[in-house]
């Protein structure tokens, strides 16, 4: 009986040696995904600076460029008034466009951003700057009786959709919202007419911007003075 009882010091030995392996297995295991983990929050935290930067990059130049159209424009206005063209030395007053920058900045944002609606709206920044160029370039050739109603109208669309930016890539950051602000700030919620969309209000007023006014020839001008 008491044979029977007795556990074999070879079992014993394999007993302990199986624990001592499984504990170093584990010790490993629990390394390796320490390791990976550490990896993973190192690139995580080198992309949240990419994203930091890019995107007040982009707000940088949102602002440049806004403040340079609003330049323009305001010449525009003046000189319809009193009816005398712009000269030279006022437009070389008027800040540099940034469109050309900000058109390079969306590849980065669409490699960065983790939010869509990130990229969504700086895709509808870019083009509402866009159409806002073509709607000051026809106000300057040829003056039309909604030019300003057009110009409010990009004004909104384009405060709205920065407001959007400035939610999602605060978002994106982890940021959160300021003490007090509304769950959305800061995008305000506008009442449009039929309950149209942004994207939809956008592209109605984009359709109805005057193109450009062709430049006659000087073969038919000769031909249109005889």
Do not use: C
């Amino acid at each position: 009986m008491a044979s029977a009882d007795a556990v074999s010091p070879l079992v014993l030995t394999l007993v302990a040696g199986g624990f001592t392996i499984f504990g170093v297995a584990l010790k490993i295991g629990y390394d390796s995904l320490a390791a990976r983990r550490a990896a993973k929050n190192a690139g995580l935290e080198r992309f949240s600076d990419e994203r930091r930067q890019i995107y007040e990059r982009v707000y940088q130049l949102v602002q440049r460029q806004l403040a340079g159209d609003k330049a323009l424009y305001g010449l525009v206005l003046e000189h319809r008034e009193g009816k005398t063209e712009i000269s030279d030395e006022e437009k070389a007053r008027v800040p540099p466009t940034a469109l050309a920058e900000l058109i390079t900045t969306l590849d980065e944002i669409r490699r960065l951003a983790r939010i869509h609606s990130v990229i969504t709206a700086a895709e509808a920044i870019v083009q509402l700057f866009a159409d806002m160029t073509r709607a000051t370039a026809a106000a300057l050739e040829q003056p039309g009786p909604n030019d300003e109603i057009t110009w409010f109208l990009l004004q909104r669309f384009l405060e709205d959709r920065i407001a959007e930016f400035v939610h999602g890539y605060r978002e994106d950051l982890g940021l959160g919202h300021p003490k007090g602000a509304p769950k959305t700030w800061p995008v305000v919620q506008r009442e449009r007419p039929m309950s149209l969309s942004l994207a939809h209000s956008e592209a109605i007023v984009r359709a109805h911007i005057r193109p450009r006014a062709r430049r006659l020839t000087s073969s038919k001008k000769e031909q249109d003075q005889r």
